[in-house]
């Protein structure tokens, strides 16, 4: 059962007994707020249909409804903790000291943007802790939009709390 | 020298040429600005024409998105700083100078600023700032010198004439 996981988790879900139909998905964000909660349901990729489903109980639950979706598996997020660190670790190392564009590059920073939204809340927590320039995978793995005042860009300290803000806006 | 938090083994490797011209580290590691910000004189935040105004970042003017990350888009936005291209590096009083690097995919990588000895001031990404004797010395890891601009140092940045005191017998 859902409520019996640990709390912080992945879970991908079949399509049965929730459809890839939006119907079906809302039918499980129903579920999951009568289970945990307020929940916010978002629809990542409308062609895709990729829908992160966030508790209020920083709860992460990642649905992917795709014609070849698995059966229901569990990651517990410490996997995603520890890739985190070991990929953001190799960006510091190796990333290339020149500008922006070719930092981002970096395989290792492309590989944190590839594990999506259950990323995000270790990478808010390394914000919190060491201010770096981790705003290009959030703005594109999140969507979110004007999260920084205009007074503060550029200014990395200010950055990393004006996304903490957000982050922390969101729970 | 500033610290000892930077590995000179990285910069030995990235530029060869230093060490023969001479090189002086004058800050400490730092990612809060970047080598556009520190040639503008602004050290407190980190220029970037990004992909989205949405990361966040500091570019002094609207982003034209077909030209991102290319050396035309950095130049629109020293010009709107109020630097022009000049075709020498010779050393103007009330003047200040910077250098801008491109890479052959017309990409700009680097800019450096003029110090009033005619030596030259690099912020290296998210490492230190470094003195250098020759623009030439940091190539070709950031590119080949692409142009110079100039813009009249605001009144209040000139240094002063040195007063000098002479005491009376």
């Known amino acids: 059962m859902i409520a019996d996981l640990p709390i912080t988790s992945k879970v991908y879900l079949s399509n049965r007994p929730y459809s890839a139909s939006s119907d079906g998905v809302r039918s499980f964000a129903s579920y999951c707020q009568t289970s945990f909660g307020p929940a916010m349901l978002e629809m990542r990729n409308p062609r895709d249909l990729e829908w992160y489903l966030i508790v209020q109980s920083k709860f992460c639950i990642y649905h992917t409804a795709t014609s070849a979706a698995t059966t229901r598996t569990f990651h517990p997020t410490e996997e995603i903790a520890r890739r985190f660190r070991s990929l953001a670790d190799e960006w510091y190392r190796d990333r290339p000291r020149g500008d922006l564009h070719r930092m981002c590059e970096h395989p290792a920073y492309q590989q944190v943007i590839d594990l999506g939204w259950d990323v995000v809340p270790y990478v808010i927590e390394e914000l919190n802790r060491k201010p770096e320039h981790w705003f290009r995978a959030l703005a594109r793995i999140t969507g979110a939009k004007n999260v920084v005042p205009e007074e503060s860009r550029g200014k990395l300290p200010e950055m990393a709390a004006a996304w903490v803000t957000w982050w922390n806006s969101r729970q | ?169």
């Open chain 2, 1 to 169: 020298m500033i610290g000892d938090d930077t590995k000179y083994e990285y910069w030995r490797t990235a530029f060869p040429k230093l060490q023969s011209v001479g090189f002086e580290k004058t800050s400490s590691k730092t990612s809060e600005y970047n080598c556009i910000a520190h040639a503008v004189g602004t050290n407190d935040r980190w220029w970037s024409d990004a992909e989205s105004e949405d990361e966040g970042y500091y570019w002094p003017i609207d982003r034209v998105e077909s030209r991102i990350g290319q050396v035309e888009e950095l130049e629109a936005a020293l010009a709107h700083e109020g630097f022009v291209k000049c075709d020498s590096t010779r050393v103007e009083p009330g003047y200040e100078k910077v250098a801008i690097y491109v890479k052959d995919d017309n990409r700009w990588e680097h800019a450096a600023r003029q110090l009033n000895d005619g030596r030259w001031s690099t912020k290296d990404g998210v490492n230190a700032d470094f003195s250098h004797a020759t623009l030439e010395c940091v190539c070709p890891h950031y590119g080949r010198v692409y142009c110079y601009m100039k813009r009249v140092v605001a009144a209040a940045a000139v240094s002063p004439a040195p007063t000098v005191l002479i005491s009376a017998p």
